[in-house]
Every structure is written in structure tokens, then in C-alpha cells.
DNA sequence: AGGATGCTCTAA
DNA sequence: ACTATTAGAGCATCCT
């Protein structure tokens, strides 16, 4: 066990005794006086299946238990399960495997067993046996651990305990602290030959910068870089040069012993930085190299892995084993808990912090390198930036307290969470919470339920389409699934089989019918242990939430906020673990019945606010459900005042929550005012929580929220509904609408705003259908394998001009290739196939003959000529006349205003000024920042970064100046 | 031409 | 050895 003490020093703790261990139910015919035979066939059967091994003994011993299976509801408490404890925890599964296939004990004959608990990592066993949950705090009581006699590790303290007397704590109190974890965050740079991405086989590492971080304090304790050749001096830096890479691959390693750190942080460091200097350093003949973790002399071991989960779909990365030190790869994180267009660093800090790295485009780092003291200087600052960022980004988004907070409240440790998936964390709490009611469970195979057999999920009532001008009130079920599974008392013990229900003898009372046909017994006869789980994380999140109120320290309020996020989340993953089909231990029973009261009760609530709240009632009007899903149902009240629909909405509210059991509860949470309901999950409209004033623009899976359409589909309709809700301006919508279409088929459009993203989901000969971003990676693997997108990555591209009837797969290209290659763009497919439908939906409701008037009129006719020598997106500064106010096209050259903007000279006058003055200093300083970035010395290399967002708002800056230019040259007559 | 299917992404 | 769920919209391509 590793671990840091308050102190802030790191411990190594040998913990003796602990062997790994399952069970397995005791068939008819088998007694304990049979045990000894069992041992004994078992042993000699492990030693014939593991010849080669230098192992004394595998099964250490086998006990008599009296445990009782966590599967179906059974009046008798307990029986017996033999406990089989193996030598080693690699042990368990060749174990498991002989006593599920069959084994031929003497004198009893060939028997198969079930097996249970024995999947469980025996890292996990040892944890929920000991009670230590993943970040608490654990004391290892004065007298009953030994100083080690032999140091096995590097840390600074080194200690011996049985597994017996550790002592864990609960994260209450003084032990709801955070440790004050070192953190190490580091980057590499590579020098690559031209145009290839750097291979360890060829290319040296050339520079690795270093942040160390103690958790909870402001300033890194260090900061440094070390660079192979010499480096000018860097302000606040330690510069540390050395002659050969080898030098500089063993000072980093020394630096990695000396600094000891507890989390090792960086961008992209388990797929890229770590394996790569791992095998640079095997290339180099380094062998003293990967000792990095904290066991002495233990090498650094690395295998490819693969993740895939249907939530996180399939990602490829490396796996490393550092002892005792725990791997955070922002990348891994970010990807995990955000969804976002682009995932390179670049983008991502822009995003969260706004804040841009130093952009050195990978092409001229051999140029910086092979340079002198004051270019390697450059790219040092660069590689130091690469590494504070990540450092920036754990500060900023709370990651420690977060993932800290998670692995408490779960059980699982740290490196689980970024690792592995949901349902680990699920069956952690399982497990404790099954030792302590005294169950054990099963080990199912995944062949026992039909994979791909599914079961019904949730009700989406039908969406009244339209445009509504009234409040509409939204009533939503708290923690739906939960409480549903506390309510009636769902779980793997309270389920009464099919077979069994007629021998238990239950009485109706004392049974709950679930509306999928299943049956489950009422706590009285047996409570179950998913409800009590439960109850706990949702009376947890409850005490945390109060606290946060109560806390002022923001340390605090920081554990706190992520503690009750954990809650949450856990919480609603208890029903997927359920309902996961290929899972450690599925049973859709439970999931099913679930989604089968969810159903009845969405369907109860819509009949209920329709049969109470009407005209005959002595209400003003007639309620309606507009459209509901899952745990909502939007309201129609037909009143036209907020404050009349928020009430009315609690007093529904109430009154159907106490036709429902407890603890289900139905809330009113808001109101929508306007509201535009375009289809089932799709949706806009203003925000009420308070009458006073709407708290902001809502909307759900439109265009405006998906990440698969283009920064102009985005845009244009988030415009749009911002001028129909909130200005309630539709003639200023719809000539939005038109002045957009017109700059786009005049070649009018930034580039940036038409790169459309797709994630590549699987390998390119995976796919059935050829599609625009498969297609286009498979190019990009052929012109340059190393910087092609991979499964997992996200593709963006254009679409470019092609033959007439092309398909769109054909028409796909990389915005980098287009930019360098001047490739026109093809704005006609833009128009059709990206903006007319969204628009169309949107104005539909609301405008008759949408579609003439938006996609067919006399804006839609001047076209220009493309020139595809140049390309039209590279002239930024276009002339073009509209109108100052409203952007209106004018006809008349010299006109500024139209009529309807004239006599608003003064005030637009003034805005013009202002207006190129604030375009002039915008681009002055990301004229500055791209200066910088690009160095003096290679002024000729257009800086081209992919998602450098610096780059495109310069363009973006640049011609909006020329244009605000134009225009104030035109006052002056 | 038009329905079926595959694919991506989101709501809950 | 690993893997939380289903419902649904909307688009492109495939297939007849």
C-alpha cells in the first residue's frame, strides 16, 4: 500500500496476511468431512495445470462458512459455502475455471460448482475487507507495525503490518481532508523529421519540462526544463542542459526519484509522453531508465490496451505499470467527462481556462532545435507551458477534489477511475455492502443472459410540435430510478423467482407486482441491499449539500461540491449496473421493473394533471400535456401569467406526489416561456425559475447543442432563437437567416465556421457504410499515418467542391490540406444539406412558406464565381455594402444607412469609431500573441494550427477591420 | 424514388 | 479481462 502522510511524505506499507480467497456453495452430497478430499484433488489438479510454476502450495486452505447467495429472495438466512483461500491472487481464476468445469473428487465423482466473488481484483478484495475506500485516510496504530528491516521501496518511509490491524477512517471530520499529494506534471518534445510525426525508433527526445505541484498550494515548488543542447536563461525556470539525449533521459529519472511524486499529470501521457521515452530509452540501450515507480529496481512495464464501453466508446491506449504512483492523463479525463469538439490541448485550455498554449507547429521544431541557445529557449517556454496547463487544468476543474471525493464515496481507488468503466465503482459498494448483511455474490457467466436480448425502456409521451406563447410548466420525479428502486424495494435478494412463488407461500401483502410482471418482496420480510445503498448515497448527497451551504473555507466547499456530485452520479448508475447485459452481475428483473413503474407513473401524472386541472374544476382553463419524457411532464396551464404557472405547477406538484409511494416524489422546477417544441427530445425556450426574470436560454438536442455540426449551423440557429425568444424579433431573424445565406454563397464564410466534426467510433474496415469522416481518415493515413486520426479521435473536415452528384464521402477534406491548397469549398451543400432543414424546423412554426422565403429568394442568387486558384475564403477583406445598423444590403454604393436606419447617424456614427477602434486592438494583440508564438525568425511559416483558436480569430479579426475601415471611410463623405 | 439500415449524437 | 441503460432524431448511404 502506497500513500502519503499529513505530512506530506510518502509511505510504503508491506501488509502481511491478507490471502486471496472466493467461495463456492456446497453441493448436495458434499459435507465438511469431504473438504480435506476436495483440498487435495483441487491442489493436484492446479499443479498439473501449472507445471512450469515455482509455486509451494495453491489452495492454502478451505473453511466452512455459513453465507448465503445475494440472488433471489430465500426464507433460510444462511447455509454453507466453502471459503477457498489460494496461494497467490493469480491463483483464483485457474482455481475458479476447474471448479465451474467440473472436478472428479473421490469416492463423490465428477461436480460442478458455482463460484462467487471470484472476479473480484484481489487490490479491491483486500480494500472492502479492511474497510479502506480509495483516498481516506488510514492509521497504522503505533505498536503494531515494525519498521522495515529491508528497504523494498524508494520512499521515505517504509513499514511492516498485518493486514488486521490497519485502521481506516471514514471521510468525516479531520479525515475529510485532501493529503497533500505531490504532483508532477511534465511534457516532452520530440524532434520529428519533416513532415513525419516523431517515431522513438528515429527521433530524440529533445526537451522535458516539469511542474511539481504540492495539492492545495497556489505556486508549484518547481518548475524546470531539461533540453539536450544549451538553453538561453528562462525567468522563473530552471534551465538544465545537457550533451547526449541519454544525459537528459537519466536526469529525468533521477528527477522523477528525487521529487517522488504521488500523481504524475500531463496531456496525452499514457499514449504518447510516457511509452515514448520508455522506448526511446530502449532504442538508446538506457536500461537504468524506466525505474520510475517506487519499488526498488522495478521496471516501468508497458502493454497495449484497449477500453471500450458503450458510454465512452472504443479508446486505445498504453498501459503502464509506475508502482505507486498514479497516472492522471488530462486528455483521459477530459474525454471522459466533457464533451467537446476538439480534445487537443489547445482547444481545450481555450475552452476552460481562455488561455492559449504557445503554438510551435510541429514542423519547425527541428528548425528550433538545430538552431541556437535563444530558439531552444523558444521551444523550452513552449514545452514548459505544455506542462503548466495540465497543471491548470486539475486546479481549474477540481479534478483531485473530484476524483477523490468518487473514489471514497465508491470505494474503488484513484487509478480505477480513469481506467476502468462505471460498473466497478457500482459493484464495489455491492460488495461491502453485501459483507455486512452477510451475502455472497454469484459469479455469473455472461453466456447466462442472452446477450443483445433487451429489455423497454422509458415512456417519451408524444411531442405537441409548436411554438408556444404561453408558460409551459415542467414537472419533473427527483432521482427517478432510485427512488423508484427504494419505493418498492427492487433488488437481486428481493426478488422472488418464478419457480419459488408458488412454494414461499406469500401473501399479496407482503409482495410487490411490478408492472413488468416481476415480483419482489416488501422490506418487512427482507430489506434489499441495492435500496439501502441507495438510501445511503441519496441521505449523503442530502448532508453534503447542507454542508456546502454551511461552508466558507473553498478547500472545503471544493470536497464538498464534489462529494455530492459523486453521490448523484453513483446513485443513478446503480440502475445500469442492473440492466448492463454483459456486466459483472445483470438482472433485468430489477432494470426492467424499474423502467416499467417509470412508464406507468410518466403516464399516471400526465392523466392526472389533464383530469384536475381543468375549466370544470373552477381553474381559468383546461390543463394540456404538451410532451414529456422519462421523468418530466411539460404543462400547458393556459394561464399567460409565470407566477399563475408556477404555482399552479406546485400545486400539481404536490398533489400527485402524494398519490405515489414514498420516497417518490414529483417537484415543479420550472417554467418555459416561450417555448419552441420541435420534436420529441428536441426543444428551446426561455427559463423560469423565479417570476421575475427568465434565468437563461434552454435548449436540448438541437443543432446549437450537438457537436457534429458546423460552427455556422450552430451559430446561425443559436442566433436565430435568440432574436425569436428573447427579442422577440422574427423579421430580424429571418434577415439574419438571409444575410447569412448570402455571405456564404459569395464565399463570404470563414473557414473555421464550416469544419464539421465526427468521432471516429470504430476502425475504418469496421464500417459497413462509407461515411464522410471515415473516409476522409483513411485519405490522411495514406498521406501521412502518423497524423491521421485514430479510433476514438474526433475527424474534422470540410466540404469541398467536387463533380456534380458526388457523394458527400468523396466531397470530404482535412480544413488544413484545404487552407494550404486554396480547394474551394462547395457552399451549395452547406446551404442544403446543413443549413436548410435545422432552419426549416425552426421557422416553421412560426413563418408560413418558411422555405421560400428563407432558401429560395433573391438573397440566394448571387452567386459568385469560384476561383478555385485562390479560393475564396482566403480574401478576408471583401467589400460589400450593407447597412451599418442592420446590416441590410444596400443597393446604392455610397449609401451607410437604410431607410429605416436613418436618423440614428450620431449614435451609429459613434458605434463605427468604437467599433474599428476595438477591431484594431483585438487584432493588434493576436497579431502580438501569433507573433510570438510563430518567432521572429520564421515569419514566412503561417502558423496553421488545426483548432488554434488564436489563428482563426486573427483571420476573423483581420477582415472584420478591414470591413469597420471601409465603413468609417465612408462617413467621412 | 423511397424504404431500410447504419451511424452519430443527444435526452433522460 | 473488460464492458451503466433505452428512446429517439436526423442524416447519409445502401438496396431494391
Redesign the pocket.
Known sequence: MFGVTQEGNSVCCNVHGFEPYFYISCVDGIGPDDVPKLRSTLETRMREANRNSKSQTFVTKIEVVQKRSVMYYQVQKARSFLKIFVGLP?M??GCRGILEKGINIDGIGQRCFLTYES?V?FALRFMIDCDIAGGNWVELPVGAYQKSSRQLSYCQLELDIHYSKIVSYPAVGQYSKMAPFRILSFDIECAGRKGHFPEPEHDPVIQIANLVTVQGEQRPMVKNVMTLKSCAPIVGADVMSFDTEKEVLLAWKEFVKEVDPDIIIGYNICKFDLPYLIERAEKLDVVEFPILGRIRNSRVRMKDA????????IRESKELTIEGRVQFDLLQAMQRDY?L?SYSLNSVSAHFLGEQKEDVHHSIISDLQNGNSETRRRLAVYCLKDAYLPQRLLDKLMYIYNYVEMARVTGVPIS?LL??????K??SQLLRKAKQRNFVLPNVK?QGVVSGE??????????KAGYYDKPIATL??AS?YPSIMMAYNLCYCTLVRAEDQHYLRLEPEQVTKTPSGDMFVKPSLEKGILPEILEELLAARKRAKADLKLATDPLEKAVLDGRQLALKISA??V??????????L?CLEI?SSV?SFGRQMIDHTKKLVQERFTTANSYSHDAEVIYG????VMVQFGTSDVHEAMELGREAAQQISDTFTQPIKLEFEKVYWPYLL??????AGLLWTKPEKYDKMD????ET????NCLLVKNLVTECLHKILIDRDIPGAIQYVKNTISDLLMNRMDLSLLVI??????AGD??????????LAERMRKRDAATAPNVGD?VPYVIIKAAKGA??????EDPIYVLENNIPIDPQ?YL???L???LL?LFDPILKNASKELLHGSHTRSVSISTPSTGGIMKFAKKRVSCVGCRTPISEENQILCKHCQGREAELYQKTVSNVRDLEQLFGRLWTECQRCQGSLHQDVLCTSRDCPIFYRRKKAQKDLGEAELQLEKWDF
Open positions: 493469480t483464483v481464476a472476479n481484483l484497449s477500453f471500450s464501453s458503450r458510454q465512452y466508446g464533451k469538439s480505477f481506467a476502468r468503466g462505471q460498473s466497478i457500482v459493484l455472461s433487451s429489455f423497454e425502456g422509458a415512456t417519451v409521451l408524444d411531442a419533473d420525479f427517478l443513478n448508475s440502475y445500469g449496473f442492473t440492466g448492463a447485459t454483459i456486466g459483472q445483470p432494470s423502467t419524457d422519462t421523468d418530466s420541435i420534436s420529441k427530445k428536441r426543444y435548449t436540448k438536442g438541437i447543442v450537438r457537436r457534429d466534426t465526427k468521432g471516429l467510433t470504430k469496421a464500417y459497413e457504410n462509407k461515411a464522410a469522416h471515415v473516409e474526433r457523394k458527400a464521402y468523396e466531397k470530404s451543400y442544403e444539406n446543413q436548410s432543414k435545422p424546423r
